[in-house]
């Protein structure tokens, strides 16, 4: 079956442009999460959706950040104004119940974002 | 508040040898889930396997095994019969009850992992 698909696979901005990371989840998952992998550094949970819950944005940097999930399965990561630190590899994952320990969560490919 | 260390940045093995990767954590949660996923340079994270904090036995899963022992908190893992195609990025992983929650996973900076021929 298809596993989680993010894109663009790489985005290259100005400093100063918003930009949009879209991910699509493996169908029947109900947790999603978004994660940051800066250079050099491990994965940076930013924000988790589980189900018609509220999101937890505990692991948004900035309030630049925001991400949005519609009827339960794209989400979308919105950078406003973006910065040369916010370049990173975007990573979306999904997961088939996030209230369960066990279930491991399968990522996608990742968004490279370069901001110049 | 949940912390993974992974103490060897780069590993390497010969092929058909053994390899075991550290990680150790720290958490007050009485009940945690422990993960590894390998990162080839494609950039993709793979779930190798999995260990519940109150699991009586250690996961194995093919060659790969984890080493759980809970009173010194580390969950090190396995590789047995190491092939070219294990040379990737290895991450360890938590997540937990109280610190956060299960809807987040806390990551180690991860080891690089060689295989040679």
């Known amino acids: 079956g298809a596993g989680v698909s993010q894109s663009p696979s790489n985005k290259v901005t100005e400093k100063g442009k918003d930009v949009e990371l879209r991910c699509d989840p493996i169908?029947?998952?109900?947790?999603l999460y978004w994660y940051r992998q800066s250079l050099g550094q491990g994965l940076e949970f930013l924000i988790y959706?589980?189900?018609?819950?509220?999101?937890?944005k505990s692991g948004l940097p900035s309030d630049r950040f925001s991400a949005e999930r519609t009827g339960g399965s794209v989400s979308t990561l919105t950078i406003q104004r973006t910065q040369q630190e916010d370049s990173a590899v975007y990573l979306c994952?999904?997961?088939?119940?996030?209230?369960?320990?066990?279930?491991?969560?399968?990522f996608g490919p990742g968004t490279r974002l370069t901001v110049l | 508040a949940q912390k993974i260390t992974q103490t060897q940045p780069g590993m390497f093995v010969q092929e058909k040898e053994a390899v075991t990767l550290d990680c150790t954590y720290d958490?007050?949660?009485?009940?945690?889930?422990l993960f590894w996923y390998k990162q080839p340079s494609s950039g993709e994270m793979i779930f190798l396997i999995y260990?519940?904090?109150?699991?009586?036995q250690n996961a194995t899963e093919g060659r790969y095994s984890l080493n759980f022992q809970k009173a010194r908190k580390s969950a090190n893992l396995v590789i047995s019969a190491s092939q070219l195609g294990d040379s990737a990025m290895y991450f360890c992983?938590?997540?937990?009850?109280?610190?956060?929650?299960?809807?987040?996973?806390?990551f180690g900076a991860g080891t690089r992992l060689a295989v040679h021929p």
């Open positions: 169908s029947g998952h109900t947790a």
């Open positions: 959706f589980q189900g018609n819950s509220a999101p937890d």
């Open positions: 958490t007050s949660d009485p009940s945690y889930g």
């Open positions: 260990q519940g904090s109150y699991d009586q």
């Open positions: 992983a938590m997540r937990g009850v109280l610190s956060g929650g299960y809807n987040k996973l806390i």
């Open positions: 994952a999904s997961s088939a119940d996030g209230l369960a320990g066990y279930n491991e969560q399968f």
